[in-house]
């Protein structure tokens, strides 16, 4: 049985849900609710909750205090990135973590 996405993001951590704020120009700002699905030590992965579901990679290089954010284009990357967070287990000597958003968002398309 489908959950209403207003339902579930009531009970959805904080930590786990963001809004993204994206620079189109110089003049527009695009924002976009997303939920956390899968993190390592140094990316996170969010999923948007616009009828055309957009990835987009967050990643803090270890060395560095930089962020670099990008969506994903291909659905290699976010299968990559899945793996990496324990999809498969522990997996390139990351140890990472799948959300239960995950789940939800299979469950409701």
């Given amino acids: ?22 620079h189109v120009d110089e003049e527009t700002i ?32 270890a060395d560095s205090e930089d962020l670099e954010i990008d969506f994903l284009q291909e659905y290699e990357e976010v299968e990559a990135l899945l793996e990496d967070a324990g999809l498969d287990g522990i997996h390139d000597g990351e140890q990472g973590i799948l959300y239960h958003n995950l789940l939800f968002l299979l469950m409701n398309p």
């Fill in 30 to 61: 695009e924002t976009y609710d997303a939920l956390l699905i899968a993190q390592t030590r140094y990316r996170k992965l969010f999923i948007t909750l616009e009828p055309k579901r957009r990835y987009l990679v967050h990643t803090q290089p």
């Fill in 1 to 22: 049985m489908p959950i209403d996405l207003t339902s579930f993001l009531q009970h959805t951590p904080d930590s786990e849900k963001t809004t993204l704020y994206v």
